[in-house]
């Protein structure tokens, strides 16, 4: 043995490896491409971002001044996001780790896999993004970037000083201005995401996604990705639904989506969506109230978990953000925290329609000290869970097709499931249910019946929160004390209010989605 370790020195290492693009790949395939906005947009929330842009664009820029010849496909048709927050150093941390973000057991986030951001590469073998006067670009590959760099992160308004035509593609989009090494927003911040889409060629060399899925055309990504985040249904039953992803999201008030089409001059805007206060007319107040109350329950426990004593490891374990909540959790006092009744006016706007506005009531709710304990229990913390007792319920009471027009009450309502932004999964209910559920990390279902303590979890949530938040929204609609003085130019009378609170009770069978939506509606 001492022998062994003398010519140690002259032994061959030997490790266990995974190529990166074998990691990615197989998130591809968890993930379907239609969820790439939805997943950038909860990242820009995460962020504390305002406003969240969207680009389709099939322009071509130079290759003469490149990183590197390999990087010419990448000078063609792209999927653009921008958002008016910035990278912070958790956030490049983050997103460094395939998999195991920082995001990863830390409840105040929307995102808890830590993959979401991976979704782009259903569409691109090289992501890469402006954040401040950083200029980042990944290549799991290795194939693309000089030296056989996995990715790289350089100041853009040096690069594009020696490189042009490789910031080309990000000059004027959104207010970003590489060449002046400054972002002319509103906050003087910005971050550019740049997806250029994969050619046939590429496709045919990559290792994430190969073959013709692997190289989606201009018009495939507007079918696929573009139009799902834009609306809802298909043929007659089409409608845009675009305004109502800002219904539980706590940051972002504004969302733009535009197209560059082949051969266009400039863009052209596809819709917007506003997130704005019910008050006649808004003002800077109100959006300083609307913005208060979006975020109040988020700030409230992050400021308990900043509290927190540093966190220590137990006999259950977890990452440092779910033990430092935990332990926040265990000496707070949930009665303490937010529980805001939101009134909220949704606008959307496109060319050629007329400005529909929405008037909708959010109820925001909290657990009591009996969830918070079930939460944080021995079994659900042996399962790695971390649970959080937040819901919220959405009823949309009122709409008019123009500015100024008369207001008229709201259909029957489709109620979905959001995990802050919406899943495909009916409540059964004339109202949409958001909540911490514990869901599949495709983000498109609810952890199944066999998933325990995943699925008990969800229907106490729906059951004891989202209902609390369900018969609070009824309770003071009925009462007067939202819609009564003329909040958005709308006011409800008596008659009115009868009628609003009858349509919103739940129906004798809960239909669709029953197992989920009864839950809240047999409680209430």
Same mark, same amino acid.
């Given at each position: ?75 063609? +048709? ?6 008016? #927050? ?36 259903? $569409? ?13 670009? /990944? ?38 201005? $590489? ?77 733009? $989506? ?155 309502? #489709? ?49 004891? $929160? ?41 129906? #004798?069978? +809960?239909?669709?989605?029953?197992? /989920? ?8």
């Amino acid at each position: 043995r001492d022998a062994t370790l003398r010519d140690a020195a002259t032994m061959s290492p030997f490790e266990q490896t995974q190529d990166m693009t074998v990691a990615l790949k197989r998130i591809v395939l968890r993930y379907d491409d239609s969820q790439i906005l939805n997943e950038m947009l909860q990242n820009a929330d995460d962020a504390g971002s305002s406003e969240f842009k969207v680009l389709l664009s099939a322009r071509t820029f130079g290759t003469a001044s490149l990183l590197s010849p390999a990087l010419a496909d990448m000078q063609g +048709a792209a999927l653009y996001q921008f958002d008016d #927050a910035q990278f912070r150093p958790d956030d490049y941390e983050s997103i460094q780790r395939v998999g195991d973000g920082t995001k990863l057991g830390d409840p105040t986030k929307t995102g808890q896999f830590g993959l979401g951001f991976n979704s782009v590469y259903h $569409v691109t073998d090289t992501p890469m993004f402006v954040s401040g006067r950083d200029f980042v670009v /990944f290549d799991p590959h290795e194939a693309h970037l000089p030296d056989g760099l996995p990715g790289l992160c350089e100041d853009a308004s040096s690069l594009s000083r020696a490189c042009p035509d490789q910031l080309a593609p990000f000059q004027g989009i959104f207010g970003c201005d $590489v060449d002046a090494g400054c972002w002319r927003t509103r906050s003087g911040q910005g971050t550019l995401f740049r997806l250029p889409l994969r050619t046939r060629e590429a496709a045919g060399r990559s290792r994430i996604k190969d073959g013709r899925g692997g190289a989606p055309s201009f018009e495939e990504v507007l079918r696929q990705i573009v139009d799902p985040f834009l609306y809802e249904g298909s043929g007659e039953g089409r409608e845009t639904t675009l305004h109502r992803r800002l219904l539980f999201l706590r940051f972002v008030e504004r969302i733009e $989506v535009y197209v560059w089409p082949p051969g266009a001059e400039q863009m052209s805007l596809l819709a917007s969506a506003t997130a704005l206060p019910a008050a006649s007319p808004p003002d800077a107040s109100s959006a300083a109230r609307l913005r208060e109350d979006r975020g109040a329950q988020l700030r409230h426990v992050k400021e308990r978990v900043a509290e927190a004593p540093p966190p220590q490891q137990d006999e259950y374990g977890g990452p440092p953000g779910a033990l430092r909540y935990f332990a926040a959790m265990r000496a707070a006092d949930p009665d303490q925290v937010p529980r805001p009744l939101i009134p909220l006016l949704l606008q959307l706007e496109r060319p050629g329609a007329a400005q529909l506005e929405e008037a909708w009531l959010v109820s925001q709710t909290f657990g009591d000290k009996e969830d918070v304990a079930y939460a944080a229990a021995p079994r659900q913390r042996s399962e790695k869970l971390t649970l959080m007792p937040s819901g919220a319920a959405a009823a949309l009471v009122a709409r008019r097709h123009a500015p100024g027009a008369e207001w008229e009450l709201a259909p029957r309502l #489709a109620g979905r499931a959001y995990a802050t932004l919406p899943l495909p999964i009916p409540t059964g209910l004339p109202v949409h249910l958001n909540g911490r559920w514990e869901i599949a990390s495709d983000r498109n279902s609810l952890a199944p019946e066999d998933a325990r303590p995943r699925h008990e979890w969800n229907l106490l949530l729906a059951s004891r $929160v989202c209902a609390a938040a369900y018969a609070r929204l009824l309770r003071e609609l009925a009462a007067g004390a939202v819609f009564g003085g003329g909040g958005g130019g709308l006011r409800l009378g008596s008659a009115e209010r009868g009628e609003v609170v009858h349509a919103l009770l739940p129906a #004798a069978s +809960a239909g669709p989605g029953q197992g /989920f939506g009864a839950a809240a509606g047999g409680w209430l």
